[in-house]
């Protein structure tokens, strides 16, 4: 089974500034996709950013990107110049692109991150 | 386009009771999800739904849960016998297709149970 460690439970920044949110995933698959996903105090979990494991380039979107080690089963998210509406819960999910076990997100304990004016 | 959503978004109850959510999914999305989020935790897996097909349950979901798709529109999900260890915030997502074409989940603001 797969599992993703989030070793920070929390984590602090100055609005402006750069911050880099931690991941880990453990899986004898090949072929998966990992997210960053957050949640603000509305509950509502919302995408941040995906990944691909066979593509080798590092996705963007935004102020927001990721590095992505795949031999080290490493997904670390960096959120730059950050915004007071940045403050929220930050988890990151992965997903098998198995047919048989691609339906679900396995989370990890997420981040919460609080960005100081 | 009127997201996901979640009835009620609060439910408190007494052990032994049994209680009912709703997700509403967005429309003409043909998959729906449910999971489980406690606090301090990130969310599990329940299940999932192709229309009105359930394809998939997790171990979580023991002979209490019960979760249904009647015409593949929206879901309810039951809990009977309510325990004390069922209180959390249940979670309802849906997306357009396969999730296996790397489309993102869509997620509803949740049901926070208590159970007394």
């Known amino acids: 089974a797969q599992t993703v460690t989030q070793s920070q439970p929390e984590m602090s920044v100055q609005e402006a500034e750069t911050v880099t949110l931690s991941c880990t995933y453990d899986?004898?698959?090949?072929?998966?996709?990992l997210f960053w996903y957050k949640q603000p105090p509305s509950r509502q979990m919302i995408l941040v950013i995906r990944?691909?494991?066979?593509?080798?380039q590092n996705a963007t979107e935004n102020r927001f990107s990721v590095n992505f080690q795949k031999a080290a089963k490493s997904f670390s998210l960096k959120i730059s110049d950050s915004q007071l509406g940045d403050a929220a819960m930050y988890f990151c999910?992965?997903?098998?692109?198995?047919?048989?076990?691609?339906?679900?997100?396995?989370f990890g304990e997420g981040t919460q991150l609080t960005v100081n004016p | 386009d009127t997201g996901v959503s979640q009835n009620p978004r609060h439910k408190i109850t007494k052990r032994g009771q049994n209680v009912t959510f709703r997700c509403d999914p967005i429309?003409?999305?043909?998959?729906l999800y449910w999971y489980r989020q406690t606090l301090g935790q990130g969310p599990e897996f329940l299940t999932y739904?192709?229309?009105?097909?359930?394809?998939?349950k997790s171990r979580l979901l023991s002979d209490r849960f019960s979760a249904e798709r009647p015409k593949g529109s929206f879901s309810t999900l039951e809990i009977q016998r309510t325990e004390q260890g069922d209180s959390a915030m249940y979670l309802c997502?849906?997306?357009?297709?396969?999730?296996?074409?790397?489309?993102?989940?869509?997620f509803g603001s949740g049901t926070q149970l208590s159970v007394l």
């Open positions: 899986t004898s698959e090949s072929d998966y996709y």
């Open positions: 990944q691909e494991a066979y593509k080798q």
């Open positions: 739904f192709q229309n009105e097909a359930q394809l998939e």
């Open positions: 429309s003409e999305h043909n998959r």
């Open positions: 999910a992965y997903r098998s692109a198995e047919e048989t076990s691609g339906s679900r997100l396995t």
């Open positions: 997502a849906s997306s357009p297709r396969a999730l296996r074409t790397n489309e993102k989940l869509f």
